[in-house]
């Protein structure tokens, strides 16, 4: 049990860790989602209740992203020594992901970060400098969401040490089942003759393409920069559409998909879901949804969309 | 003129061009009015009810738009009623209505779960991205605001610049109030789906404020709005294109520009 | 003919009274001065003739013939319009809006009116300058030409003669006298010019929160006091 | 009282209601005088630059914060010039800085690679997550306007009622104006960091407005901004902590609560 | 001593001249009646006087003796303060704002100078109604009022009977006659009265765009004009 007596209180932030935490923890923990399901991270704004169950849990799992600014702030107004043991897990990852940087073909590797053009090759400029900026959303590639998974492990067997061999077997279980997700990713990646992605949307999904070497075009950077697609990048995204005979387009999840829909209407491409599992909406969480649920799903689609 | 033929050329630019067009000329047309009666801001405020509706509509299960345009509607009429008589202005009646709006809508999603909306997504439009439905349904508004427009022009006039006299010779000056109200509602519900709050919030204010630093007559200033407003927002589509900039961003831009040079013009005479 | 009768007319602000009980019968065709100190409820009375405040109590009614379209008003105070665009020539003609009906636009006949009055209050010169360019006397003409378009039997000026100068005063009352004489307008005039203004009237309405007196100029005892010269 | 005496014993929300006092008092008093300048929608448009200073500052590489706060001061303060004699109402003025900063901040996203930056962050503070430091600086500008305030009470009420008088008799109008500007600057500035735009806007708008609904003297609407505003801010510090609502909205419906039942006390009368 | 120095004095809006080649020199003490049609640039050079206008040439120098805080002004048109919360008692004490110098609030003599004043424009009795509720009448006593309260050698009030009851306007001649007499007080008003304004005056400047005339009153030939009565 954890310090306080009790099953130890975990809460997560968002989706993924939440998941995570959920498979490792089974019911030996108490775990809640801060983010209710459906609600948006940049409209959400704490209520005391939020605050005091952050205060008053064993382990505080976030991603340590520019959206979790508030985050931050919060576990700074704790008086020193009170408050939960925080996780934040962009650092369990971001050594791995320059790692994956070097053993990649340079020209395979986007940025979509700056005009919402891809750059196929020589994209040089920046992306490596930008450590302090980094993409938050690493949970998109499964590799990623391994080390995630261990991070979780080690915080809560640290918590709650009665429990660790439990924690410890589910990991390995879990991480079994990750594994044969990213085998499958990458088999279905390796397999296709197409390389090329495109978003008519955001793109939250760079870690994802790193680790399998895939191609992007999106219409607009990362995730929270909401910001509206210029003339010249829609033409690009059609032109690229047209010019490489791409099926798919994709959107992503809580999106008005319009500018999807706009490079579809002109192409005739398909339009399809890339979830980037930020959040779910309630339908989808009573329905039992879970990262590797939605993962695999984004797999078909991937299949469709690299075919 | 190769480049206006590349553009012509997707038709996703074309339907942009048309409706934003007929869209920006409305906007332009009503802002002259909205400008002078201390509503400048009504777009950005109309833009927190549209979220706020949203928020409302998801919690309670209702169909999103088909309720958020309505209640635009509505609270465009409603805000010109609350400043009738009660000494509450224009600009005051947008911030109580608008935060009032936005802590609703915050309210009801901290309520019910299950809810994606982003304020944002009521800030930025997808100019570009607009289906056949999208176009037909912006032009039969526009052209329908334009008309009324044009053929309540001198009874907006009148009710613009001294409401009592208009009353006093028999003219029902609520009525045109509400027309006033009905049409701003229409074209901010209708430009903010498609445009975005913060286009239309400067496709309404920038033409007017523009137009005023150099014309001293109402005419003057309603014809000068709606050449400046066309004008800067083909401009801005085209700037958008070559230089690869947010299209809403780029219009804008273009406006700030034009404002910029009327005014110095406006000095040197 | 009555042009004008009001019936126990009281008027309120929140709850306090600026009016009670006003009560009189004004033929058509007749010129009424109302007089009184600030604050007696004149420019209440014009409001409440005009419908634009509702009375607290008792009733108003105009001559059948002249709807509200065939009234020329002229306000105290214009809200002031710090930035407004509108020059001389659309004010002016705004006062035909009540005679637009149906139609959009105005026609060559509205036009030419607002070019007679124009002329008449010595504006023609500033008729493409904006309203608010226009020094305080000059603004003053402008809404009392757009009165003066307005007005088809009948005209209702709060203080018309305040900020004009001497001369354009003059041209004024006698101007008010040939509408009222040759054209057979009603003419309800609130003025504190106790010399010329109520001289040219042929009726006189004594405000004071209530009704001193109305009846005939002739008859009022006012005149003595102030009529005959300065006092 | 139990329920308060469990709240005490939260140190955060024991921090949120102090600092939360002092800054909604700040703009309760500066709130009296910008939404009779037409300025209610400062607190909205100032939010706008602010995220045209962020994007602008990541763009450049410099500090976030430390550019974003002078330049919404600076707006505030440039805001104030530019409806000087120009004839811009200062709701028009709002409209045409806001919305030029927006579509600045967003060119310059799109130029400059790989920013999360996000106008809705600056929408919604964090409320209750105040740091020490936050709670000094909060306090200490907090009481700096607070004494400026009412040192210049008369020479604000001068210059707000009647600029032209104000200057006639010699008194400096352009200070005091600049005065205003930079105390509502600086309060925006911090309230916005706090408590977010959202927050700020209502409490600048909705004391004063509420007040003038029953009060006819610049002394008593001052007066009862101030009071309104303290209620409002703990009433809804404790709806929110008793319902689990969103602490920033549940205030601004506390303060609507409290503009209704003005108003119709206000209609009874 | 000279209270005013004007030499050659223009000013124009956005290029247009309004006024052009005002020269004069009005001694302390003196009363000064502005007159001049609609248009002539009274209201344009009380502005200049006052600072609120930058001349386009010329130059204007006010007496050492009277700093810009001793001037009381009255403007033509107040703006429009359609909702504004301010009582009367604050309109009025708010004249004394340029005597407060470092002090922040008003101590009792300011208190004591206010009512004094109210109770001379007859607005006692309405100290704490609001100014946006009062009768244009009322206003323009208010304004009167505040600019007596600021007045501490030089009063500048621009068409300060118009709208004024016949009552007040004598009260109002009457007050102006004993503070320039009694109290010494320079003062300069734009009239269009030219039987009682002007005929309370020192001396008179008489402006059409340009100077016209400007001298004592008894020399001024519009005098003979209107002076003795009705024209
Ligand atoms: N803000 C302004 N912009 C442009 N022109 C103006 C402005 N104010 C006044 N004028 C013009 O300057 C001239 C002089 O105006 P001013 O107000 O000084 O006249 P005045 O003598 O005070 O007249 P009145 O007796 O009507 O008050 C007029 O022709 C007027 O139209
Ligand atoms: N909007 C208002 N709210 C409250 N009271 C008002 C309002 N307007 C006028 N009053 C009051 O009603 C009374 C009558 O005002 P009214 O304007 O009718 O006077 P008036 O006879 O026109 O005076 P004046 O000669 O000064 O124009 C006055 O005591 C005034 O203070
Ligand atoms: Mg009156
Ligand atoms: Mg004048
Ligand atoms: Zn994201």
């Known amino acids: ?307 | 003129m190769d480049l206006i033929a590349e553009m012509l050329s997707y038709k996703f630019l074309v339907r942009a061009a048309t409706v934003g067009l007929m869209v920006s000329l409305c906007a332009a047309l009503l802002g002259v009015s909205l400008v002078l009666k201390r509503y400048s801001m009504i777009g950005d405020g109309l833009s927190h009810v549209g979220f706020g509706a949203l928020a409302a509509a998801v919690a309670t299960g209702a169909s999103p738009l088909g309720l958020s345009i309505p209640v635009v509607i509505v609270a465009a009429v409603l805000l010109m009623r609350l400043t009738d008589g009660s000494g509450i202005k224009g600009d005051a009646a947008i911030g109580l209505i608008s935060t009032s709006s936005l802590a609703a809508g915050v309210t009801a999603i901290s309520l019910s779960s299950g809810i994606n909306t982003d304020v944002c997504n009521y800030m930025f439009g997808s100019i570009l991205a607009m289906s056949k439905g999208d176009v037909r349904l912006s032009v039969a508004t526009s052209a329908a605001v334009l008309l009324l427009f044009l053929l309540c022009y001198n009874r907006i006039f009148a009710v613009t610049f001294d409401e009592n006299f208009a009353r006093a010779t028999g003219v029902n000056a609520g009525r045109y109030n509400m027309v006033i109200a009905a049409l701003t509602g229409v074209t901010i519900a209708v430009g903010m789906r498609l445009m975005g709050a913060l286009l239309i919030s400067g496709l309404i204010i920038f033409p007017a404020v523009t137009s005023m630093r150099l014309f001293k007559s109402f005419r003057g200033v309603v014809l000068s709005s709606a050449a400046v407003s066309l004008s800067s927002y083909l401009a801005g589509l085209v700037l958008s294109y070559a230089a690869g900039l947010p299209a809403g961003a780029s219009i804008v831009l273009v406006n700030l520009v034009f404002f910029l040079a009327f005014a110095a013009a406006g000095r040197i005479r | 003919m009555a042009a004008l009768v009001c019936r126990g007319l009281c008027a309120a602000y929140g709850g306090r009274e600026a009016l009670h009980g006003v009560d009189f019968e004004l033929p058509a065709g007749a010129f009424l001065a109302v007089v009184g100190p600030n604050g007696s409820g004149k420019s209440t009375l014009i409001k409440a003739l005009l419908g634009l405040i509702k009375p607290s109590a008792g009733t108003v009614k105009l001559e059948e013939g002249v709807g509200r379209s065939g009234i020329g008003y002229m306000p105290q105070q214009s809200e002031s319009r710090g930035d407004f665009p509108a020059t001389v020539y659309e004010t002016v003609i705004s006062g035909r809006l009540g005679r637009l009906g149906l139609r959009p636009f105005y026609g060559r006949q509205d036009r030419r009116e607002a070019e007679k009055n124009l002329r008449l209050m010595g504006l023609w010169e500033l008729r493409t300058r904006a309203f608010r360019e226009l020094s305080g006397g000059q603004r003053q003409r402008t809404l009392l030409a757009r009165a003066l378009c307005a007005a088809d039997g009948m005209l209702v000026l709060d203080e018309p003669a305040a900020g004009l100068d001497a001369e354009t005063q003059e041209r004024m009352y006698s101007l008010l006298r040939d509408v009222n004489k040759k054209e057979g307008a009603t003419v309800v005039m609130v003025t504190h010019d106790l010399v010329r203004g109520a001289a040219a009237a042929t009726h006189v309405l004594e405000l004071d929160g209530g009704q001193k007196y109305f009846g005939e100029a002739g008859l009022w005892p006012g005149r003595a006091q102030y009529g005959s010269g300065e006092k």
């Not at chain 1, 107004?77 to 650092?91: A, N, V």
């Open chain 1, 1 to 307: 049990a954890s310090e306080r007596g009790g099953r130890p209180k975990v809460v997560a932030t968002i989706f993924p860790q939440y998941d995570f935490a959920r498979a490792i923890g089974g019911d030996r923990i108490e775990l809640s989602m801060l983010l209710k399901p459906g609600m948006d991270s940049h409209s959400y704004s704490p209520s005391p209740q939020d605050i005091i169950n952050i205060q008053n849990c064993d382990l505080f799992i976030y991603i340590g992203g520019e959206n979790d600014h508030w985050v931050e702030k919060i576990l700074d107004s704790f008086d020193e020594g009170k408050g939960p043991k925080t996780l934040k897990l962009i650092d369990s990852v971001s050594a791995v992901e320059e790692e994956l940087a070097e053993g990649m073909q340079e020209e395979d590797h986007g940025h979509g970060h700056d005009h919402g053009h891809a750059h196929e090759d020589g994209a040089e400029e920046d992306g490596h400098e930008h450590e302090a900026e980094y993409d938050e959303h690493i949970w998109t590639s499964p590799r990623n969401a391994e080390k995630m998974a261990a991070a979780i492990k080690e915080a809560l067997a640290s918590v709650d040490p009665e429990n660790s061999s439990f924690y410890e077997e589910n990991a390995r279980a879990y991480a079994a089942e990750l594994e044969k997700l990213d085998e499958d990713f990458r088999r279905t990646t390796d397999g296709g003759g197409r390389r090329l992605l495109v978003f008519g949307d955001r793109f939250p999904f760079r870690y994802l393409t790193d680790e399998y070497g895939l191609k992007y075009a999106a219409a607009f950077p990362g995730c929270s920069a909401e910001s509206e697609a210029s003339a010249a990048t829609v033409a690009y995204l059609i032109d690229k559409v047209r010019k490489e005979n791409v099926p798919v387009v994709f959107h992503i999840e809580m999106s008005d998909e319009k500018t999807a829909d706009a490079i579809c209407r002109e192409t005739g491409a398909k339009k399809m879901l890339l979830h980037s599992c930020h959040n779910l909406s309630r339908e989808e969480i009573e329905e039992g949804a879970t990262y590797v649920a939605l993962m695999r799903k984004n797999l078909e689609n991937l299949k469709e969309a690299l075919n």
